[in-house]
């Protein structure tokens, strides 16, 4: 019959419409009222998949990444940079810029005295996190950074970029616990 | 592929475009960027710069307004010692450089028609008075998915020409590339067609792969080809859905797909990192292993969700007889046609022929899988739609074997480095991307940073198909016929 097409074409939105109510029904708190901050959705789910930005946000998955940060210790208060300049030179657009420290007899030391990240350019491609042999550039999850101005808002120095080991074991839970069980492997490696 | 060695003050060769219409469009962009002029050929154009762009960039000896240093990694990005912008050493103003006799007052685009003309001799009939119409389609028009233009020369609303002008996006891509050392290029490749970066990032790993001997371990074999395969589901998905949009069914049909294309972007973000972006393949393996839980994630996505959503969508949009009044016999362009445009991919296999890369030269390992290639000889926009739908079928059932046979183990070969050695030679490798067969050309010569590399991007070389598919259609057919040879700008331009 000519039209049938059509008309089973509409019962299928005529579905959807009525999921997207039995959706909101079902989840508690509802997502109309504005009441879910959070949005975490599953292959399971029906009803609406558009995300209210905003007032309602993703979660991000752990290895999510936007743009690079530096570790500090949270005990000893020390960078884990050694300034080598793997970042620098693995880096694709060429944002990453480092100035070595030297000690009193100009000699350069494994300390960066300045780290700068041109935001503005960084492609967020991981390639800095992925090659530091010392776990000391790692991707954050911190997305919100616009800004009025590129410069110097979007050039992120040391200062800014520095984040504490503890951070960053929150926002990398699993990842951070296997460099910590390599890391003290190798130590006993060493010892022995 | 064809080789010719040429003097470099005036290279000049005989057009193949008598053999090949299809390389017209290629043997354009060969004049536009390597300076190289094809006698014989039909229409030479500058088709990605302008006509006032200066020298022609894919010259060695050709350096661009920032120009810094011939390769990465650059010595210092600021050798002055403070931050600097590029844009401050070259001010906006200084940066242009118009070739000699040139006046961008006078210039005159060369893709333009007098807008509105007598049509000489009638319209046939001899009694109307008629005109001919030129009509720009884009740059900024929805249709044409991001900025391209079709200048279409109508009579009444029948299109007698059509010219594709492009080059909106182009940003040099292969330039960048040859400055690039060759794993700064990953994540670039995911910029060509960015609605399925693996595909890209498998393509040109492969090609590299196939310099340095090397081959990646199983495991990363099977997650290659899970990843290569969902991302065609994605592509086809989007595909579809704007081809809908396309048709005036504006944004509900185009949404129903984007969400299940949603679940599968979530897959690869907590994998790679990135939903669109991934950057995700190595030269002998994959970044990192999949998180836990992620194998059970896909399970659910492939096993369970995706046959119901592409059930639901076959009984949503195939039979629906607006789809069949828009889409059947338009666009119709038959198979030797097609194949004498270079045209490849899901618009190829509408058309009767069966040729798809992964069955007649299968790379990574797909020879182990158990899939269909379709064969609808419609060569219409309608089939080009099924061909897309039978595919994403066989891309899940793909998937589900390679979920079942997935093995433990490594996932690279060798120590990853972040300087590889690729020994001198040359590679192509060509993969059966959705849009069509997507080639990597590299030529090494022993340095850190490639000497030519060069992308053959099926979205560009697909539109010398465009114009013939359009002639003696309606001006609203054009808009489907481009929606279903499905191109992404971000490849056509590179």
């Known amino acids: 019959m000519f039209g049938l097409g059509v008309v089973k074409g509409f019962g299928v939105t005529l579905k959807r419409f009525a999921d997207t109510y039995i959706d909101d029904v079902k989840k508690i708190p509802s997502r109309y009222a504005g009441q879910r901050g959070v949005i975490d959705q599953g292959p399971e789910d029906t009803g609406i998949f558009t995300i209210q930005y905003p007032e309602e946000k993703r979660t991000l998955p752990e290895r999510f990444r936007y743009i690079p940060m530096l570790l500090r210790d949270d005990e000893t208060g020390e960078d884990r940079c050694t300034a080598c300049g793997i970042c620098a030179k693995v880096c694709p657009p060429q944002c990453i810029w480092i100035v070595r420290d030297k000690d009193e007899n100009g000699r350069p030391i494994t300390r960066p005295t300045e780290f700068y990240i041109d935001a503005s350019i960084c492609m967020s491609c991981g390639l800095c996190a992925e090659f530091c042999p010392f776990d000391a550039i790692k991707m954050n999850h911190e997305y919100e950074l616009a800004a009025f101005d590129r410069y110097p808002k979007l050039v992120y120095d040391k200062e800014e970029l520095t984040v504490l080991v503890s951070y960053y074991a929150k926002l990398y839970p699993t990842q951070y616990t296997e460099e910590e069980k390599a890391r003290a492997d190798k130590a006993e490696k060493k010892s022995k | ?10 290279p000049e060769l005989p057009s193949v475009t008598p053999v090949w219409p299809g390389a017209e469009l290629q043997e354009d962009e060969i004049w536009d ?32 307004a920032f120009f810094e240093e011939e390769g990465k990694p650059f010595s210092s990005r600021w050798p002055e010692g403070h931050h600097a912008w590029a844009e401050d050493r070259v001010p906006w103003h200084g940066n242009v450089n118009y070739p000699d006799h040139f006046d961008p007052e006078t210039w005159k685009e060369p893709v333009t028609f007098e807008a509105v003309q007598d049509e000489p001799g009638g319209n046939g009939n001899g009694r109307l008075h008629t005109q001919r119409i030129v009509v720009n389609m884009g740059p900024h028009h929805p249709s044409t998915h991001g900025v391209f233009r079709m200048v279409a020369t109508l009579e009444g609303e029948t299109i007698i020409s059509l010219k594709p002008v492009m080059g909106y996006l182009h940003r040099n891509h ?34 590299v792969e196939k310099l340095m001997g090397i081959k990646p371990p199983e495991r990363a074999e099977y997650i290659r080809v899970i990843m290569a395969e969902l991302t065609r589901v994605c592509s086809h998905l989007w595909s579809i859905g704007f081809l809908l949009n396309d048709l005036g069914a504006y944004f509900t049909p185009a ?3 984007i969400r299940e294309r949603e679940l599968i972007l979530d897959l690869f973000e907590e994998a790679s990192g990135a939903r669109m972006l991934c950057n ?12 836990t839980g992620w194998l059970e994630k896909c399970n659910t996505v492939v096993f369970d969700r995706l046959p119901r959503a592409i059930d639901e969508l076959e009984r949503y949009l195939t039979n629906n007889e607006i789809i069949l009044a828009r889409c059947k016999g338009v666009g119709y362009l038959s198979a030797e046609d097609l194949v004498r445009y270079s045209v490849s991919g899901p618009m190829l296999r509408a058309s009767g022929l069966q040729y798809d890369i992964r069955k007649v030269e299968p790379y990574s390992i797909y020879d182990r899988f158990d899939f269909e290639v379709p064969k609808f000889d419609g060569c219409d926009v309608y089939d080009r739609y099924r061909v897309r739908m039978f595919e994403v079928r066989q891309a899940v059932k793909i998937v589900q074997q390679a979920l079942k046979q997935i093995p433990e183990g490594e996932i690279q070969t060798g120590k990853k480095a972040y300087q590889v050695r690729v020994p001198a030679g040359e590679a192509y490798a060509r ?22 590399y060069r992308v053959r991007a099926p979205s560009f070389i697909n539109l010398n198909a465009l114009e013939p598919m359009c002639i003696g259609y309606k001006i609203a057919d054009s808009v489907i016929v481009l929606g279903a040879i499905d191109i992404v700008l971000g490849e056509t331009d590179r």
Do not use: C, Q
């Open chain 2, 255 to 257: 949404l129903y797909t």
């Open chain 2, 33 to 64: 960027l390597y300076g190289i002029k094809f006698d014989g050929h039909p229409f030479l154009r500058r088709i990605l710069m302008w006509d006032g762009f200066n020298g022609h960039p894919m010259r060695k000896d050709w350096k661009e």
């Open chain 2, 280 to 291: 995700y393949m190595r030269f002998g393996g994959v970044t990192r292993d999949l998180p």
């Open chain 2, 174 to 207: 292969e330039k960048i590339g040859e400055r690039n050392t060759f794993i700064m290029n990953i994540p670039y490749t995911d910029r060509l067609d960015y609605l399925s970066s693996m595909s890209n990032n498998l393509g040109y790993v492969l090609a």
């Open chain 2, 431 to 452: 993969i059966e991307a959705p849009k069509g067969e997507l080639g990597f050309y590299i030529v090494s010569d022993g340095k850190p940073n490639p000497y030519r």
């Open chain 2, 1 to 10: 592929m064809l080789k010719a060695r040429l003097p470099a003050e005036t």
